[in-house]
């Protein structure tokens, strides 16, 4: 069975940092690009951020530019975010999916997180 | 970006009624649109794929249609579990846009 679990959620203060982790099993991890993608409290779903099979590409969204790393580790089937200089508005549920063929066919619950001081 | 226009935003429909959600792109995409439904507290669940495809396990009252930039979802008789939101998304091309939703209502 296809699996993505989220963890690394939390509250962290505004200009803070978090980790998160995506953890995919169920299938050949190293496949696959992964995606996060996060929806804020009341509003609708955003995309993030997205890797590469093999971690050598990866693009993001022009609000997280330059302060969200996403990387992956195939030996641990696992794909991390890295969120540093946190504000308010990156309050949000993140979850991560797996993108087969330009769709994501399965989702993780995701993990939330909250910026606030 | 590839803005991706949804409507309607709200719904309200009843058990059995044929509803339609429609979404536009703001250039071309070619065949290349999801839809999801999603329940709070949940994953989102694909519904359709590359405008047409089915997704695994996915029950035949939904189909998807279009191509280029107009885009529509048709559940053909709604049950009580179809009351969700309903997003679109396009993968043409980076960024990845989603609609801005549609919540199905029961009316």
């Known amino acids: 069975e296809v699996q993505l679990v989220e963890s690394g959620g939390g509250l962290v203060q505004p200009g803070g940092s978090l980790r998160l982790s995506c953890a995919g099993s169920?299938?050949?991890?190293?496949?696959?690009?992964i995606h996060w993608v996060r929806q804020a409290p009341g509003k609708g779903l955003v995309w993030v951020s997205r890797?590469?099979?093999?971690?050598?590409?990866?693009t993001y969204a022009d609000s997280v530019q330059g302060r969200f790393t996403i990387s992956r580790d195939n030996a641990k089937n696992t794909v991390y975010l890295q969120m540093n200089s946190l504000r308010a508005e990156d309050t949000a549920v993140y979850y991560c999916?797996?993108?087969?063929?330009?769709?994501?066919?399965?989702w993780g619950q995701g993990t939330p997180v909250t910026v606030s001081s | 970006d590839i803005q991706m226009t949804q409507s309607p935003s709200t719904l309200s429909a009843s058990v059995g009624d044929r509803v339609t959600i429609t979404c536009r792109a703001s250039?071309?995409?070619?065949?290349?649109l999801a839809w999801y439904q999603h329940k709070p507290g949940k994953a989102p669940k694909l519904l359709i794929y590359?405008?047409?495809s089915l997704g695994s396990g996915v029950p035949s009252r939904f189909s998807g249609t279009g191509s280029e930039t107009e885009f529509t979802l048709t559940i053909s008789s709604l049950q009580p579990d179809d009351f969700a939101t309903y997003y679109c998304?396009?993968?043409?091309?980076?960024?990845?846009?989603f609609g801005q939703g549609t919540k199905l209502e029961i009316k």
């Open positions: 999916a797996r993108d087969l063929e330009y769709h994501f066919d399965y």
């Open positions: 169920g299938f050949i991890f190293s496949s696959y690009w």
């Open positions: 890797v590469n099979h093999d971690g050598s590409s990866a």
């Open positions: 250039q071309s995409i070619s065949r290349w």
């Open positions: 590359k405008a047409s």
């Open positions: 998304l396009q993968c043409n091309s980076h960024p990845y846009t």
